[in-house]
Each structure stands twice: as C-alpha cells, then as structure tokens.
C-alpha cells in the first residue's frame, strides 16, 4: 500500500507540475544550475523566480538543476535568475548578496563555490514587481556597466608581465608574474561586473586559473609557452568585452607548436614573439586591433 501510495503521489506531482508550465503562454524552456540543499531552498528558488502565467521554475535538490519555462515576450532567463539570486541563491549566471545569504536557515546555506565578495542591495529588485519599471542593465550584480571598466586591470597589465618575460625566455620572471596573474584572477568581484562580463568570466576563470598556476609552478620557458597559448586565447575572449583605454593588439605566430600557430595579446603594435623570444622575436602579425 505504501508503494501504490508513493507512486500516485509522484503522478500527482508530475500532473500538477505539467498543468503549471502549460498556464505559461509562448513557453520557453531552458534549465541551469542553481546551488541550494533543501527542500526550504526548492520552496524558496520557485517562489522567487515564479511569476503569475509568466515564469515557472522547478529545482531539483538533488541535480541542483532549475528547469525554467518562461513567457519570452514578457521577461528573460536572466530576470528569472536575479529574482533568485536576491532571494539568496547562487546561479551559474548571477550571485547572491552576502547579508542575504548569511539570513538562509542552517540547512539552507549551501557550499559557495563561487565566493561573492560585495554585496548587492536588497531593493536593487522588488521580488514581489513583475519586472517593470527597472533598468536590469544596471541591475546586473548591483553595479553599471559603466563602474567596470578598472575591474579587469590588474589581470591585464600581470598577462603583459608574463608575456615580456617570455619574449626574454626569462623562466624564473615568468613564474613570478604568474603567479601575480592567478592572485589578480582570484581577486576579482565579480559583483562589479556587467551582464557580458560576467557571462564571459564564468567561462574563462578556472582556465584562466588553471594554466596561471602551471606557469608559476615551473621555471622551464617551453613549459610555460605550452600554458601561455590557452592563457591568451582564453585572455582574448575577456578582452573582447573588457573596454580599454589604450588599443590592444591581437598577433599571431604561424610556426608555434608544429606549425598549428598560436596567438597573444600585446600592447604593443610591434611584434615581439613570446613562443620563440630572440630565436625569432619578429616572427608574426598582428591579425586584430582591440579598441
């Protein structure tokens, strides 16, 4: 009895959820992390992302998977994951304010792999408004576009280190100004970033992280070119939606790694070859001017 008792509940639930999404016109369905413990934390996710005929959200505690069905005409992906972000959980996309965060109960307060560092003010979004009314491009972790343009500086200006002790073929610098990138990288608030910015370092980071720490932990220069061509690629994307004050040049060398190529940042128009230094420092061309 008690199995047949389960399974009509899990009917009813499933029929209950199917009768929901379809209440939600011009349905849009796409699904994404969000991070929680509970079932108090699937309560709280779905009440802070449902909107009335307009946005349905179903979390899965165990997958920390969110399925959003949404009226595209009438709000975004994006909107759904601010309102749960305010409420206290983190997204793929967008995180939590500290203070609100540290309100959760106990059993709420998940593992924060992302680590905020600024909070984002509370009345940034009115949870109970149906998006109207807001300017969200200002919204986007509390901050505007326009605070941004610094955040990146001190990743930037350790690549350009990295990259001139390359052209040296000066290991033990290399290491050093590595390991000066992966602090900078580590430094980074996230809070202050706009909607592109963010989308962008979520997918850069834990490469950028990754090949930063394999340069500072060795002293070889051929070791470090290896990492530094997944750097720059990886460093170009953060480029391209970064505004700068000055033109950065993109070059290419056509002979690193067995003729496949490799590409780098400079600030410099000149080229300067990090992958062979002196053996062929005027190797390449700048393929792209970043303004």
């Given at each position: ?69 949404y009226d ?26 500290d203070?609100?965060?540290?309100k ?23 949870m ?39 052209i ?6 290399a ?28 997918n ?58 490799a ?29």
């Open positions: 009895m008690k199995s047949i008792s389960k399974i009509l509940m899990a009917i009813t639930v499933l029929l209950s959820s199917i009768n929901i999404f379809a209440q939600v016109k011009n349905a849009k369905t796409e699904t994404i992390k969000i991070y929680g413990n509970c079932d108090i934390c699937k309560s709280n996710i779905e009440k802070a992302g449902n909107l009335k005929n307009i946005a349905q959200v179903n979390w899965n505690k165990n997958t920390k998977i969110a399925t959003l069905s595209e005409k009438k709000t975004n992906h994006d909107e759904i994951l601010k309102r749960i972000a305010l409420a206290g959980y983190d997204s793929e996309k967008f995180l939590a304010p203070d609100v965060y540290s959760l109960p106990e059993c709420c307060q998940y593992k924060r792999e992302l680590k905020p560092t600024v909070l984002v003010k509370n009345n940034a979004m009115d109970k408004s149906e998006h109207n009314n807001h300017n969200h491009n200002e919204m986007v972790m509390g901050h505007s576009a326009q605070q941004n343009q610094p955040t990146f500086k001190s990743v930037f200006e350790n690549y350009f280190s990295l990259k001139d002790a390359l040296k073929s000066d290991g033990a610098t290491s050093t100004k590595a390991s000066a990138l992966t602090k900078a990288i580590q430094s980074i608030d996230m809070t202050k970033l706009s909607s592109e910015e963010h989308t962008v370092w979520m850069v980071m834990k490469d950028l992280s990754f090949d930063s720490d394999h340069i500072s932990d060795t002293k070889d220069p051929s070791h470090q070119r290896d990492h530094f061509t997944s750097l720059s690629d990886n460093m170009y994307k953060l480029m391209k939606v970064a505004k700068q004050d000055t033109p950065v040049y993109y070059q290419h060398c056509p002979m690193f790694n067995n003729g496949k190529g590409n780098w940042l400079s600030k410099e128009g000149a080229v300067k070859n990090p992958y062979y230094g002196s053996q062929m420092l005027t190797c390449g061309s700048t393929v792209e001017t970043i303004k």
